[in-house]
């Protein structure tokens, strides 16, 4: 048998969890060209080849330090695939949808309180020093508290399920290894209601501020465009674990439907350009320039027919009502659509802790070998692929992975300029707020910046402003 | 007393900070709580609000010697803008949630292979790391002999 062979790719391309945007001014001081650059951790790719099936789950986790439990779920859905397994044990499942609901909540809930309250609090071109959690704090300090206990929760979550909060090893192939033991169960009971309380007081919260802003709401780096997301395989119904995948045009035209993840090749290409990293999927079918799409909160929300828990299903069709029941192409209306989901996360949380399945001891089903594996979830960000092919050792030999961040890559592409052309074209002196806007467009679709080293902090985004000449005028660092 | 240690064990001398928690942790020191994280965020105000003193281990670029140790307070709330927190920010949430104020350290270790995707620590972190432990070993024991002296 072939030892295990770890290869290491040098230099590694794309690994820097930095963001950087460039705006290029023409002679009258008009944006020419504004591009969001992500160098995305893609060299994971070629990483992960010779490595033991059994250990993706675990390693993919190591892609990001923001929803590692994506990654690692995604990753053990394709090798379920591989072990041959299509259906879980009622256990299994139940747990990896326990894990995977803490894991969007508490994303969500550090996005949307920590990092755009201060925007939509203050506004976007309020003075940077007034821009931070600190001073939401200060006008609303009951908020920040439960931002850190919801978050707090979340991670528990993820912790009891997965075993700790970083590299959890909770999801394996064909199954979990590990069960809900009473005693946590009771610990996330006695809380859950809370959570649910504060949950619908931040969707009013996301939902009072976007429709008090309704104008601003509507022309903030707002564009039509299709979207794609998995709906659960019955009904059509959000679903966040599991179910077939589903793109709707700006208008709510069925793009296709119903269609198994695992012929995702078959539906999006993977488009490159030379002044990227990162590709850019669009609809096989559309073509480049009209089948680009978006994923992610408000995508969800356009593409599911219906919530399967009923508080967040009835914040749904408050949302829908906006729009007439078509699809909703306001960027910031995605910060309502994150709090609907973490709404729904809380409401199956609870489901579930009052499911004795949980208790279960059949955590493994186990099926006939395959080489192929491909496993999709939806992440906090929006759709997650994975996937992967083994040789006869079980080592991996190909792995192709496309982010959240990846399908979104044209719309943020496309915020950008937007704004960018809305306020800062023709003027004389570009300010600190006017590049704010800029990322508040980008913050809008909470892109993972950050899949690299930390150390000391070291994770920004920058912005360059270039004038005709392609001098650098000005730039402004900060991080996302 | 709690100790953090945070970083991304997957990119080489990043994980600086978890294997020094890690190390820690075998040693079941009493009166110590470990943490291990990639990186900071919001939630660790409250876990730091429960202490008195709290260590935060990170790795360190470009810093002189195998490693630095400097008491610090709460600042830097412009950094706030992120899902990765820095020790002193974590320090001012704290500060401004909770009313707790608790003695605060950075134990930088000195690394400086970060660029790949790769386990495990270069020979010279390594070696910064193990420099790194006897030095807190020792500072944890003096400050357990202080906190006698102070009670007796």
């Known amino acids: 048998m072939t030892e295990p062979r770890l290869i290491e790719i040098s230099p590694v391309t794309r690994v820097e969890g930095h963001g950087k945007v460039t705006i290029h001014l023409n002679a009258e001081n008009e944006v020419d060209e504004a591009r969001l650059h992500i160098v995305e951790f893609r060299g994971f790719e070629r990483f992960i080849r010779g490595r033991l099936m059994w250990e993706v789950p675990v390693i993919v986790q190591r892609l990001c330090g923001i929803c590692p439990v994506s990654h690692h779920l995604a990753a053990a859905k394709a090798m379920d695939m591989i072990a041959g397994v299509d259906q879980l044990t009622p256990t299994a499942e139940k747990m990896r949808r326990l894990m995977h609901y803490g894991q969007v909540m508490q994303s969500h809930v550090l996005h949307f309180f920590h990092l755009a309250a201060p925007d939509l609090l203050f506004g976007f071109g309020a003075p940077a020093e007034k821009r931070n959690i600190f001073e939401v704090i200060k006008e609303n300090p009951e908020l920040g508290k439960r931002a850190v206990l919801m978050r707090k929760y979340g991670q528990e979550i993820i912790e009891a399920t997965a075993g700790k909060k970083v590299h959890g090893t909770g999801a394996i192939p064909g199954g979990i290894n590990r069960n809900l033991p009473i005693e946590r169960r009771d610990h996330f009971l006695a809380s859950v209601d809370q959570m649910i309380e504060w949950s619908l007081d931040a969707v009013k919260l996301a939902r009072n501020y976007t429709l008090e802003h309704e104008d601003l709401v509507a022309e903030f780096g707002s564009f039509p465009s299709n979207y794609m997301s998995l709906v659960r395989e019955s009904?059509?119904?959000?679903?966040?674990?599991?179910?077939?995948?589903?793109?709707?045009?700006s208008t709510g035209d069925m793009i296709f439907d119903q269609v198994p993840y695992t012929k995702y090749h078959e539906l999006i290409v993977e488009d490159v350009r030379s002044w990227s990293y990162m590709k850019f999927p669009f609809i096989k079918t559309?073509?480049?320039?009209?089948?680009?799409?978006?994923?992610?909160?408000?995508?969800?929300?356009?593409?599911?027919?219906?919530?399967?828990?009923?508080?967040?299903?009835?914040?749904?069709?408050?949302?829908?009502?906006?729009?007439?029941?078509?699809?909703?192409?306001?960027?910031?209306?995605?910060?309502?659509?994150?709090?609907?989901?973490v709404l729904h996360c809380v409401e199956k949380i609870r489901e579930l802790l009052n499911d004795p399945d949980l208790q279960g001891t059949d955590l493994i089903a186990k099926g006939d070998r395959r080489e192929e594996g491909i496993g999709v979830i939806e992440a906090p960000r929006g759709n997650l692929i994975h996937h992967y092919k083994v040789d006869e050792h079980d080592q991996v030999t190909y792995c192709n992975l496309i982010v959240s961040t990846t399908h979104n890559n044209e719309g943020m592409n496309r915020?950008?300029?937007?704004?960018?052309?809305?306020?800062?074209?023709?003027?004389?002196?570009?300010?600190?707020?006017?590049?704010?806007?800029?990322?508040?467009?980008?913050?809008?679709?909470?892109?993972?910046?950050?899949?690299?080293?930390?150390?000391?902090?070291?994770?920004?985004?920058?912005?360059?402003?270039?004038?005709?000449?392609?001098?650098?005028?000005?730039?402004?660092?900060?991080?996302? | 007393m709690l100790l953090i240690g945070y970083g991304n064990p997957g990119r080489g001398d990043d994980g600086l900070g978890p294997a020094l928690s890690e190390a820690i942790v075998a040693r079941g020191l009493p009166g110590l709580e470990v943490d291990t994280d990639y990186q900071l965020v919001a939630e660790h105000a409250l876990a730091v609000s429960e202490q008195d003193v709290v260590i935060f281990v990170d790795a360190e670029i470009g810093a002189e010697g195998a490693y630095s140790?400097?008491?610090?307070?709460?600042?830097?709330?412009?950094?706030?803008?992120?899902?990765?927190?820095?020790?002193?920010?974590?320090?001012?949430?704290?500060?401004?949630?909770?009313?707790?104020?608790?003695?605060?350290?950075?134990?930088?270790?000195?690394?400086?292979?970060?660029?790949?995707?790769?386990?495990?620590?270069?020979?010279?972190?390594?070696?910064?790391?193990?420099?790194?432990?006897?030095?807190?070993?020792?500072?944890l024991q003096k400050a357990d002999q202080q906190r006698e002296a102070a009670h007796a």
């Open chain 1, 235 to 249: 009904d059509g119904a959000l679903d966040l674990y599991h179910g077939n995948l589903r793109a709707l045009s």
């Open chain 1, 415 to 480: 915020a950008v300029k937007d704004v960018a052309v809305k306020h800062l074209s023709g003027k004389e002196q570009i300010t600190e707020g006017m590049l704010n806007h800029v990322e508040v467009a980008i913050r809008a679709y909470d892109p993972c910046l950050s899949c690299a080293t930390h150390a000391l902090g070291q994770m920004p985004l920058q912005v360059e402003l270039f004038n005709a000449d392609g001098a650098l005028v000005d730039s402004l660092t900060q991080c996302v």
């Open chain 1, 286 to 341: 559309l073509g480049p320039d009209a089948g680009w799409y978006r994923v992610g909160p408000l995508a969800r929300m356009n593409t599911a027919a219906f919530i399967d828990t009923p508080l967040a299903d009835a914040a749904l069709k408050d949302l829908k009502a906006v729009t007439c029941g078509t699809p909703n192409n306001s960027t910031l209306a995605n910060h309502w659509a994150r709090m609907i989901e």
């Open chain 2, 69 to 139: 140790f400097r008491e610090i307070a709460p600042g830097a709330p412009e950094v706030l803008g992120s899902h990765s927190l820095v020790p002193q920010t974590v320090l001012a949430l704290c500060d401004t949630l909770y009313g707790a104020r608790p003695k605060a350290f950075v134990l930088g270790i000195s690394g400086y292979e970060f660029g790949e995707v790769k386990e495990g620590l270069s020979d010279k972190a390594a070696a910064n790391l193990a420099a790194a432990e006897a030095f807190l070993l020792e500072w």
